[in-house]
């Protein structure tokens, strides 16, 4: 065959070489960084998830921490966007699944074997944990995951527009809702509760004096207050008082700070921010009783380590876990104040932190001690999608709350079926 | 890569094949049609054919936070599949969405191609800035469409521009009454999309011989529609049917928008969303999805078996 001469290299046939030079390149990516490569000292590694932490100096803490480990090199896979739980969950069933992972206490982990008990390293400062913190992480006797962090949220109020507006801490949700009319101008809006209106979750279930799962593991989140609670969050949403489709979400302080609204739900981790940027003009106030006599609600979030039990290498994963966050209390007293806020679960590393002492921290600390509650285990993440789809279409789109809970029920149904039958 | 599946459609008059020249003989031919073939078959066959197989074989079984299923239980994946009203409501979303899309960016990038190819000068720069846009990423340009045009606030942009009139602050995607998020989606992907086919119609449209306007004009045609209508748009026939189907598959493909703008929602997911919630997302449901992934299939069969009927595609003959 004799060789091409360079006059047939014309523009089409080189595009067409470039095509199909561009079709390979998918069938290259597969051989990509599965961040195995490579080792420390020891030749060893491991690979550990965190989704994104809004605030500076996450990342870099993070990956700081994991180098000052000897035994393996860690690498580090910083997982941005809003949905960590299905990345992280269709990770785990490949071979590049993670060692260690940060998340939140869920059943569906334990009994499906995906992550190992960690009594052994846990037990001999069991009693230095916040109990309800050990208690949220325990399955028959068995306890699954150190915390790290535990994040208490609320609503946070710019102090001087409700004093403008004459008004009071709200102590009920129809003042809530009655708050966000009177606070919204043309330039401000009342109430952010989140883009999606789902991050209040948690709270609203237990304002409105029900549950999600009862001691027995049944449905307690279909009452009538719920229902009513549901009603007046549509009144709202449609009243034009709430901020929606802010550029950024509940979980970031840019809405209080811009002056976009007037109350924001939001985490303890914000409050360094947000004080720096409004000083004293800064409250907060527990999500309202939405039913009467039912309590105000604080919702303790918090990420907690677990180690991947279908690992390549669990003993290691497990001393990297002690190693981090069980011996280098240094380490977990900066993760848990040097950056954004966050009540450190470890009773001694609390005592000591000065930061949250006085002032709005202390505040926050008392609405986590007395109105917190802490996540249930046997809630897991297909029950929470449940609850969300219910917001979006009793709130969002306008259905019945009943038609909208019933559905829910069938899906939280088919769930608890699956883990407790 | 639709780039090289739709170049012979563009192509109006099929190229003459050259004489087979006697170089190589058959052992010769066999071998290069392996070389050449054989990585990609193999590619197929991995990424393709076999994970198609799997997700057959995963749609019997229940599958939870595990591809490697041990308990068979039937057809229960599809009963439950099929009565679930939100993988049917995903289909009537594609169904609108398409319905909307194709023929919209068809309309477009046509009369695109249409005013550059008539350009005298700056050609070549009009052309590409129509057709930059295709080199964005999906998931880019809905964040920027998100966060910046389509933002809730008072500054976002269309607010901006909206409130300059006295319309009050719209909620383009928290509120799905009214749809506004269709305007949002239809947008973004118009934005992205109508320059590619721009060019694929101003390639066709080099390729109809001027003679052809010219025996118009003799005939007593009138410049403009009656030549467009009479003379173009049969002369683009091939290209149109091609931009159709190609504008039917991305809009079946659409995943990246829908995902990025639309959180938390139960509205506004085509097939390919719904199906990963359900198989990916939070409920790690693989059966299920699976399922899903199995009847989307043979829907899909069928849609093109009775397409290649009614529109003679791929048939052989001068389809132009």
Redesign the interface.
Known sequence: ?PAPSSSTWDRRSV??AA??L??LGP?AACGGDTGREGGGGSGKSLVQYFHAYGEAGTQEAIKRYAKAYDEARVTTQWITG??F??KL??A??TDDAPDVFEFHPQL?LIR?G?VAPLDDIIDPVKADFNPADIASHTVDGKVYGVRMIDDPQFFYYRKSLLEKAGLGVPRSLDELAEAAAALTT??VKGLFIG????STNHALVWAAGADQLDDRNRIAYHTDDVAAALKVYRRM?TS?HL?????ADYWDPSALVQG?TAIQWCGMWAMPVMQKALGDDLGIFPFPPAAPGAKPAVYNGGWSMFVNAKGEDVDLAKDYVKWLWIDQKEYQEDWALGYGFHIPPRTSIAESATELKSGLPAEAVKLFTDYGRFDNISWT??M??AF??V???AV???TDPEKALDAADEKVGRELE?LFA | ?S??TTRDATRPVPAEAPAAGP??GVRGSTLSFWLFTGPFLA?LVV?VYVPIGWSAYLSFFEA????TPDKFIGFDNYALMLTNGDFTGSLVTFTVFAAIIVPVTWALSLGLALMVHRLRFMKAFFRSVFFLPTACSFVAASLIW???I?????F?LMNTVLGWFGV?NT???????PPWYWLVIVTVRLWLQAGFYMILFLAALQNIPPVLYEAAAIDGARPGWQTFRHITLPQLRATSTAVVLLLLVAAYQAFDEFFNLL?????GRPPLVELYYTA?????DYGAGSAGAVILTLLICMVTLLQGRFLGFGRGDDSR
């Open positions: 065959m595009l067409r095509a199909g561009a079709a069938l809003t949905n739980e299905s969950f269709s785990l069933l569906q499906s995906q043309d330039k883009n999606s209106m789902v949403f034009g901020l929606l489709d802010a550029p976009l993440q297909a929470i999608t969300e789809e917001v979006a279409n969002r789109k306008g699956k | 890569m780039t090289t170089r190589g590619g990424f939870r936070y595990t591809v998100k966060m910046s389509f933002s809730g606030v008072r976002g009050e909620a383009w995607l928290a509120d799905p009454d959180a938390k929602s139960t509205w990916l997302g939070d409920d790690q």
